[in-house]
């Protein structure tokens, strides 16, 4: 990974203006046809006109959404996802019904499990479980929503995401983004419907 960043940042080194106008020449191509063929929006209004259904099932209340996808950040398990069993099972060795017919990245023999590293208690009326990680965050968890019904066969992170972004583990489907701009549809006709912002080296 360092030898191909290396490599990259020497390349960039080299680059010249005519380097960036022909790289550059196809984006700069569409940007200048959707300007001359007159793109125009696609507010919710117009949405029953050229919508995927002529009689939505409900009328849509959200006008623009952020979808936080945090890779890397602390577990589920550590913050809200208490599991009693695995509490139980810390430093023993994994149950052979847990690995039997199954496969997990970087996992041979039979490992030993980890519990919680953090003390989870019960907040609010809804009683959901949180760790001591989030002490402020207990005083919300009344009016957040906790989606604890999604699965996936995916062992690996590259795939996994893939998968919960666009339906899909390999390339070449519509993401998240892509549904909410052809449901919502689009109030300006000069920039995207959605963007992605990625941090560091992503």
Known sequence: MKLVKELFHRESEYLTRRHFLKQGSLGLGAAAMAYLTGCQPHPIEELADRSFSESPL?????????FLHMAGAPSQLDLFDYKPLLHQLDGKPCPESLLQGKRFAFITGTPDM?????????????????SQLLPHFTNVVDDVLFMKAMHTEEFNHAPAQLFMHTGSPRLGRPSFGSWVNYGLGSEN??????VVLVSGNS
């Open 58 to 66: 409900i009328v849509p209340r959200a006008k623009r959404i952020i």
């Open 114 to 130: 980890l519990g919680p590293q953090f003390a989870f208690k019960q907040y609010g009326e809804s009683g959901s479980w949180v």
């Open 189 to 194: 006709d000069n920039l995207p419907g959605f």
